[in-house]
Structures are given as C-alpha cells and as structure tokens.
C-alpha cells in the first residue's frame, strides 16, 4: 500500500486566497483525521470523519475552514479567505477503529505559506 | 478533558547512550492507549511504540521501551543505544479506548538530537 497521500507538498499563497488541500487515506480505512501542526500550538487535531461522516469538527477555528469527504478514498480541506496565520503543516491521517491497536498512519503533510 | 504534558522541550544525548524521555498524561478513563510517534526532520510521523492500558507489562520494540506508570499517569520512552537517525522530535499521545473514536491528543513535543 501507498500509505496516506497528501497533495500538495508545498503551497505558498498570498492573503485572500482560497487553499484547498487534498487526502487519500489507505484503502480499507474508516477514519480519516486532519491536523494541523504549528510551533506555537504543536498538533491539533482539526475535523475528523468516520465512514466518510464527521463526526467532530470542534477543532476547526473558524468558519474560513471546512472539511468534506466525498468518498472512501478522498476528502479535502478547504480555506476560504486564507490569512498569514493559516501558515503551518497539515497532515492527514487515517486509520481502522479496530486494527493495529488503533493506530493512525500520517501522510506526509502539506506545508502550507500565506503570504 | 485528557491532557498530554511533555516537560523536557530538548534532548541532547551521545550516540550509543541511553535516554529517557518524559511524559504525563490526566485522564479519568480507565481504559486507554499510549503512544510515542517520531517526526524527523522528513516531517512524517511515524509510530515508534503502543501501550495498552489494561496491560501491565510495558511495551518493548527493539531499542524502544517505556515505563508505564498507570497510577502515577506517567509513560516515559526509553531508547537504548542512540543512533543519529534517532535524531527527532518525540511526541506523546494519549487515545480514550472504546466508543466510536480514534481521536488522539498530543503532547508538545520534545526533540531528540544524538550526538555522534
């Protein structure tokens, strides 16, 4: 298996724009986990799904984000406007309810920059 | 709410060493898991170690273990001869078991440097 892909790797924008990163969790999974890392405020979990649903999204901060999952195999995460402080590592994770002693597999980030 | 406390920011130890590295967690659950991930400078999180709760032998893998402390809420990792590739920031995480979720709560982070 591939293990969770993240696109893209990079991505520099300027204030206002609209960010849309993307996930596909290992296939077979059913959760599926956004986080965010920074250095003020070290990982935060933002939204996460199960069987595509979300089931908590206490952690997204404000309205300017928002999170989908239309299918098994891909969900996004979307920022609209983008503001400096958005600037930070997003990852994405997933992981089976009852395998491996629930362990999430991360994919490799997306660092995003707004200038 | 459970709380993941990781007190030592930096860790500096010889190659070859051993190191400890602290963490702290405050949940009312009884049943739970505890891990430890590592994040090199790649950025990826990669597992290094699982506990569960209702076990009381403390979980072992290769020159990773820890001390699972379940009264005193304490689960310290321990990496025996250090390699440079060890080289990473450490993180605790604690995850409620049962019920409907996966959701896991980090601590700070603490980083690792070998030194060679």
């Known amino acids: 298996d591939a293990g969770v892909i993240q696109s893209p790797r990079h991505e520099v924008t300027e204030m206002g724009q609209e960010v849309t990163l993307r996930c596909k969790p290992i296939?077979?999974?059913?959760?599926l986990f956004w986080y965010r890392q920074t250095m003020m405020r070290g990982l935060e979990l933002l939204i996460y799904f199960n069987n595509n649903v979300p089931i908590d999204d206490s952690g997204m901060p404000e309205d300017r984000f928002s999170a989908k999952m239309p299918n098994a195999s891909f969900s996004t995460l979307k920022i609209q406007p983008s503001e400096p402080r958005d600037s930070a590592v997003y990852f994405c994770?997933?992981?089976?309810?009852?395998?491996?002693?629930?362990?999430?597999?991360f994919g490799p980030g997306t660092r995003l920059t707004v200038l | 709410a459970q709380t993941v406390t990781q007190s030592q920011p930096e860790m500096s130890v010889q190659e070859a060493e051993t190191v400890t590295l602290s963490c702290t967690y405050d949940?009312?659950?009884?049943?739970?898991?505890l891990f430890w991930y590592k994040q090199p400078p790649s950025r990826q999180m990669i597992l290094v170690i699982r506990q569960e709760a209702y076990k009381q032998q403390n979980a072992t893998e290769n020159r990773f273990s820890v001390n699972f402390q379940k009264a005193a809420k304490s689960f310290s990792l321990k990496i025996s001869d250090s390699q440079l590739g060890d080289t990473a920031m450490y993180f605790c995480?604690?995850?409620?078991?049962?019920?409907?979720?996966?959701?896991?709560?980090f601590g700070t982070g603490t980083l690792l440097a070998v030194q060679p």
């Open positions: 994770a997933s992981s089976l309810l009852k395998g491996l002693g629930n362990e999430q597999f």
């Open positions: 949940t009312s659950e009884n049943n739970y898991y």
């Open positions: 296939s077979g999974h059913d959760y």
């Open positions: 995480a604690f995850m409620k078991h049962g019920g409907a979720t996966n959701k896991l709560i």
